[in-house]
């Protein structure tokens, strides 16, 4: 059985290697997103872990209780007392 602490503690998968062919089509997509911009070093550096954000998620996530619906306003947590409840920011 694997346990959390295992997957923790497995090594990484990298990335596949991609040509110069391939990176510039994907940051050509990235260009033409104006809803999902690259981040940049401003937005690396305000960046907080969700655990700060969204406590109720990440617990509700690593108990199994999540069930994602699209956007986080709309990401609804399994509450064994009363069925389903929306949580994150609305």
């Known amino acids: 059985m694997t346990t959390r602490s295992d997957k923790k503690n497995k090594p990484k998968k990298l ?3 991609i040509s110069d062919e391939e990176e510039a ?5 990235i260009a033409q997103d104006p809803d999902n911009q690259e981040w940049t070093e401003e937005d690396f550096k305000r960046a907080r872990p969700a655990r700060e954000v969204v406590p109720e998620i990440v617990e509700a996530y690593e108990k199994g209780e999540l069930r994602v619906r699209g956007p986080i306003d709309l990401i609804e947590m399994h509450d064994s007392d009363n069925g389903l409840k929306k949580a994150g920011r609305e």
Request: a neutral charge; glycine letters at 12%.
């Open 15 to 17: 990335a596949p290697e």
């Open 25 to 29: 089509r994907i940051q050509a997509g």
